[in-house]
């Protein structure tokens, strides 16, 4: 059971939990051949991956029939816990290196999720367009913007206007005035207690 996830997501159902439940159990056997994750993550990937993952749930609720490209996604993070917390939001993610795309995508298939999409390559081989791009520490916020700018649509279906989520820590200072576009910094600290989250941050800059 994993405590930390029925206490902040309480609206999950048991298959969702089931699901998170399994996409645990195979990160953490598929890193002994993949490095998918941080070795000295690799025995608190409840905290360190799926919750910092589900934060952007905390953010924004995407609206049914949203579609969100995951950029950099490694093993399929954020992009899998997403994709089980929206059943009916459309994920597509993206990785430069095959071998965790095709573990992300292997899965998927285990975890019998429908509505998610992969790619090898890099946003510049992507000529979808989406309501969102969300990416864990891949690149600084300005370099992502002008990677993914004309992957956005102009369509708006969700609370706030389509754009960037990324989840990033420590000082972002320089990073965001490098970016020249206002950006909102959401502490992770507003959302969990865990100490883990006390440098970690999210940051949306709107499109």
């Known amino acids: ?69 995951d950029l950099g996604t490694g093993g399929g993070l954020p992009g899998l816990p997403l994709a089980i917390y929206f059943p009916q939001t459309q994920f597509h993610l993206i990785d430069r290196i095959g071998k965790k795309v095709e573990a992300a995508r292997s899965f998927a298939a285990e975890l019998g999720l429908e509505n998610v999409t992969f790619q090898h390559g890099d946003s510049g081989e992507c000529h979808e367009r989406f309501d969102f791009v969300v990416s864990r520490a891949v690149m600084p916020q300005a370099d992502l913007l002008k990677a993914i ?25 320089k990073e965001l005035k490098e970016c020249r576009r206002p950006s909102v910094v959401v502490p992770l600290t507003d959302y969990f207690s865990e100490a883990f989250f006390e440098t970690k941050k999210l940051v949306y800059t709107p499109l």
């Open 1 to 69: 059971m994993q405590e930390l996830i029925v206490r902040y997501f309480p609206e999950l159902d048991e298959r969702q939990l089931l699901q998170l439940e399994r996409l645990e159990e195979s990160l953490h056997a598929y890193n002994e051949k993949v490095n998918l994750i941080s070795r000295r993550d690799v025995e608190n990937i409840e905290t360190a991956h799926l919750l910092h993952s589900l934060s952007i749930a905390k953010f924004i609720s995407f609206a049914p029939g949203s579609r969100v490209m």
């Open 149 to 173: 700018r004309r992957n956005i649509r102009t369509k708006r279906l969700n609370s706030v206007p389509n754009g960037l989520i990324t989840l990033k820590g420590g000082d972002l200072e």
